[in-house]
């Protein structure tokens, strides 16, 4: 069936670094991409799509781009800033009309000044 | 953005007790969701429903029922808590096309002691 593999956490950075979080799936046809991001006591909110080859999503200063030929969605960011950290989720969207989401395990940001 | 609720935010219960988590949602979507988060951030989805007067069982298996009686309010009930019940419970929902995003509330913690 269709999987996400996330890096496994913790990533510790500090202020200012870049990020990559990787991100690869196993799914069949062509599904979108989400990554998602959960602050410490909230729930998740939606950082970026893509939803077909070659679109790169960007937000906040976090860019992923979806490329089918390594069947990838890796998490990139410049230069962090304490506030991003949280807990990453990637995710993929099945295209059934249930609208399942299959996410990855997620992996932990701390980022230190 | 998301208008998604859910009560209570934290809930601590003793064993055997009813309980009920509410989740409402404002955006007319059709498609609700329950995930269950595991203290190592994994999601597992528990529950899903297209809409009123559906619901199906999600990827995991859950003790909890659930009812949709009205398009906005997807609650959530375990007849008889138990501390293996402890857990992040988070709903979910989207709109009725298979590509869309889903909107997360913001969580409730329970504890069964």
């Known amino acids: 069936g269709d999987s996400v593999t996330q890096m496994e956490g913790p990533v510790t950075l500090s202020e200012e670094a870049f990020l990559t979080i990787n991100c690869t799936y196993t799914?069949?046809?062509?599904?979108?991409l989400f990554w998602y991001v959960q602050y410490p006591g909230e729930g998740l909110q939606l950082l970026l799509k893509?939803?077909?080859?070659?679109d790169k999503g960007s937000n906040k200063g976090f860019e992923a781009t979806y490329r089918k030929e390594t069947t990838s969605f890796h998490l990139e960011k410049g230069s962090v800033q304490v506030s991003d950290s949280a807990v990453y989720f990637c995710?993929?969207?099945?295209?059934?009309?249930?609208?399942?989401?299959?996410f990855g395990q997620g992996t932990t940001l701390q980022v230190k000044p | 953005e998301a208008d998604i609720y859910q009560t209570p935010r934290y809930l601590v219960i003793g064993t055997g007790k009813k309980i009920t988590l509410e989740c409402s949602q404002t955006?007319?979507?059709?498609?609700m969701y329950w995930y269950q988060q595991d203290p190592g951030m994994e999601l597992h989805l528990i529950h899903y429903?297209?809409?009123?007067?559906?619901?199906e069982k999600g990827d995991l298996s859950s003790e909890s029922t659930v009812s949709r009686i009205r398009t906005e309010h997807f609650p959530l009930t375990l007849e008889s808590a138990r501390p293996s019940h402890t857990s992040q419970y988070l709903c979910?929902?989207?709109?009725?096309?298979?590509?869309?995003?889903?909107?997360f509330g913001p969580g409730t913690r329970l504890t069964v002691l």
């Open positions: 893509a939803t077909k080859a070659d």
């Open positions: 995710a993929l969207s099945d295209r059934s009309n249930t609208g399942k989401l299959i």
């Open positions: 955006m007319g979507h059709d498609k």
């Open positions: 979910a929902s989207s709109a009725l096309t298979g590509e869309s995003e889903q909107f």
């Open positions: 799914a069949t046809g062509y599904p979108s």
């Open positions: 429903s297209y809409g009123v007067n559906s619901t």
